[in-house]
């Protein structure tokens, strides 16, 4: 949430794309890894925003899903490309291509760009943002609590309690960096990638997000009864998608 001191950043290198000029600099030692990635487990963690949301694209063209849905896949890959794009660089133009975004896609605000283009303040990213989220949250809730799905209720428990604990992690990883730091130079190289707790925020974080979306699929099928009323939309694959199934006494 806050900017990294400066006492961690001076240990920091200096690698192929220069020095950073993002207003945030995280716990992950820059170019310690790569000379041409700044943060490596940063970075390589958004894949889970970004092979999910293309395997989920792939997927509701096959089962023939509503194009609409085309578009929340698509703002996951777009912050998972922004995020990808800002650890790699830590430039200040990616940082603006990893966080307007994520306000976009949760809610299209667009006028909080225009805000935080004028007053760039991190903070104010991260308060914007988790009140949208509450506020979807909120209306998923309405749902549940008004068709009383068993189904709905499942998805939204297991994607917010892996969103609520990369939450977790990224807490972790701001408040106790100077501790995290020295326990890493204290480990086998091998087990440093697993201390990368901002790393694990973008992998739950994804993970729970793109639930969401199997979420509103479903959602959408079973409250509109736009399906076969002897079939059910039920998760598989581990929540990576929802396939139509024939109902029994369990669901």
Known sequence: MFKIP????????????????????????????????????????????IIPPLWGIWDMKKQKFARRFFFCYAFILVVGFGSLAFHMTLLYEMQLFDELPMVWGTYRYIGFAIIYLAWP???????????????????????????????????????????????FLWNIDNI??????????????????????HA???????????IQVLFCIHSTYDYHKKYKLSNLLLPEHMYFSIRWQKPTKSN
């Not at 950073?20 to 970075?43: F, G, L, Q, S």
């Open 200 to 210: 694990w925020w973008h992998i739950f974080a994804g993970y729970g997000v793109y």
């Open 6 to 49: 400066m006492a961690f950043q001076e240990f920091n290198n200096t690698g192929y794309w220069g020095k950073p000029t993002a207003t945030i600099d995280w716990c992950e030692k820059n170019y310690e890894v790569n000379y041409y990635v700044a943060e490596m487990w940063n970075t390589i963690s958004n894949l889970m925003m």
């Open 176 to 197: 106790l960096c100077k501790n995290i730091t020295i326990l890493r130079e204290q480990i086998p190289m091998f087990l440093q990638p697993f201390t990368q707790m």
């Open 121 to 167: 303040q991190p903070l104010l990213q991260h308060v914007c943002y988790g009140i949208l989220v509450a506020i979807s949250l909120a209306q998923e809730i309405k749902l549940i609590l008004e068709f009383k799905c068993s189904v709905c209720k499942r998805m939204f428990i297991v994607a917010i309690a892996l969103y609520l604990f990369g939450f």
